[in-house]
């Protein structure tokens, strides 16, 4: 078997990202969403979104590069090549763009093409993706919502309450300027842990960076410790990605001051060499790969490999096709607690799928059946939403 093609597909919408005044329901990268397609001569083929941004990616994928190794693009390395050995190739489509790579877009689409690999792998050998990464040892995962934090309380309240209804075991609210100004936060947990019964978990993602005012910036220490110093009067099930990534031994610090919180991070990093300093500097307490940026299946294996004692939960703030890959991941791990589901999709993310993931009565999220990972791409949707001329 051949890769005959890696056809990166750009969609257009006219959704922004955010809460918004009025709605129910936050909303994703509404504007702009990449898919990638890697064909092959037997007629498989394999698809993954990607998290990034994706007018830069697409000529990462499918452009013309340079002469030099280290300067070449995704699809002219690929071409021609044995996709069932997806290992392999991660290894040398990384020294391929190794000068303008290792991290980034280039990295995220790495991660695309990787995951494709991976799900024609499995439709090779006729059995799911969880089986050809190791064995499918459950067929259900507990979900959590993932959404972002609203303006008032009243509406966070409605927003945990809805999620309750829902029945999410657990709900996790993010970014939306938390960790700036203290007595706004106060109320609006306040709401929020109100509106949660206890047997529902609470996650909470403050981001790495806020917006204040007119003006983005990272938080100070002094302000990172009173963020803290709140979230541990409330405990959350854990906290996530505070922390600058350039900088993951702050982690470790703040541990000493708040040993009863738990730390989460993973989706600011890529390449099994970030995740090793989460683990041996950082210390954190649960890994979140985000298999649309980490450099994908492949490097989320290496992960699970190398930190066999921590929590893995994997970042999936996009489309089901992201759902997919992680249910699958996560469901051939030997021990795995939560599945991300995004309840914030946009018309972009949601009309990607054919048939959507849903949640059942008892709060889980049933990994996909079938060869590959068992989420069909509407190709409909993605033909009539596409800005580029990306055919297949």
């Known amino acids: 078997m051949k890769i005959t093609s890696v056809t990166p597909i750009l969609l257009g919408g006219d959704e922004r990202y955010g809460s918004h005044d009025g709605a129910a329901e936050a909303t994703d990268q509404g504007d702009r969403l990449l898919l990638v397609r890697v064909g092959t001569d037997e007629g498989l083929a394999g698809w993954s979104d990607v998290e990034t941004f994706g007018p830069a990616a697409v000529p990462v ?9 280290g300067f070449r693009t995704l699809a002219e390395e690929l071409i021609g090549r044995d996709p069932l050995q ?6 040398e489509l990384y020294l391929a763009t190794a000068y303008y790579g290792r991290r980034g877009v280039v990295m995220h689409a790495m991660s695309a093409v990787d995951n494709c690999l991976w ?33 008032t309380p009243h509406d966070n309240a409605a927003a945990a309450a809805r ?15 938390f960790g700036v100004d203290p007595a706004r936060d106060r109320d609006n947990l306040a709401a929020i842990t109100e509106a949660l019964p206890a047997d529902r978990a609470l996650m ?44 993951p031994r702050v982690y470790c610090e703040l541990k000493t001051e708040f040993p009863s919180l738990r730390f989460a991070a993973g989706e600011q990093q890529s390449t099994i060499w970030d995740f090793r300093r989460l683990v041996e500097e950082a210390g954190v307490d649960v890994l979140q790969p985000d298999l649309s940026r ?6 989320a294996t290496q992960v699970a490999a190398a930190a066999p004692d921590r929590e893995i939960v994997t970042h999936s703030w996009l489309t089901d096709l992201l ?17 991300e589901f995004n309840v914030a999709q946009s018309v972009l993310s949601r009309g990607v799928a054919r048939e959507h993931l849903r949640l059942d009565p008892d709060g889980t999220v049933a990994v996909p059946a079938g060869p590959g990972i068992g ?4 190709e409909d949707f993605v033909r009539a939403r596409r800005l580029n001329d990306a055919d297949w």
């Not at 005012?213 to 505070?242: H, I, K, N, S």
């Not at 980490?294 to 490097?299: A, D, I, N, P, R």
């Open 61 to 69: 994928l499918q452009g013309t590069g340079m002469s030099g190794l």
């Open 86 to 91: 997806p290992e392999r190739l991660w290894d």
């Open 119 to 151: 799900s024609i792998r499995a439709q090779a050998a006729g059995v799911d993706l969880a089986t050809t990464l190791g064995g499918r040892r459950r067929d259900r995962l507990p979900a959590y919502a993932s959404t972002l934090f609203r303006k």
């Open 163 to 177: 999620y309750v209804d829902l029945g999410f075991r657990g709900v996790k609210f993010g970014w939306g300027g």
């Open 204 to 247: 909470v993602d403050p981001g790495w960076y806020v917006h204040d005012g007119d003006r983005a910036r990272v938080r100070d220490r002094r302000q990172t410790e009173a963020m803290l110093a709140l979230l541990d009067e409330v405990r959350p099930y854990w906290v996530e990605d505070f922390v600058h990534p350039e900088t």
């Open 294 to 299: 980490c450099g994908g299946l492949t490097v």
């Open 323 to 339: 759902h997919g890959y992680s249910l699958h991941f996560l469901a051939a791990l030997p021990a795995a607690t939560w599945v």
């Open 375 to 378: 989420v069909e791409v509407d």
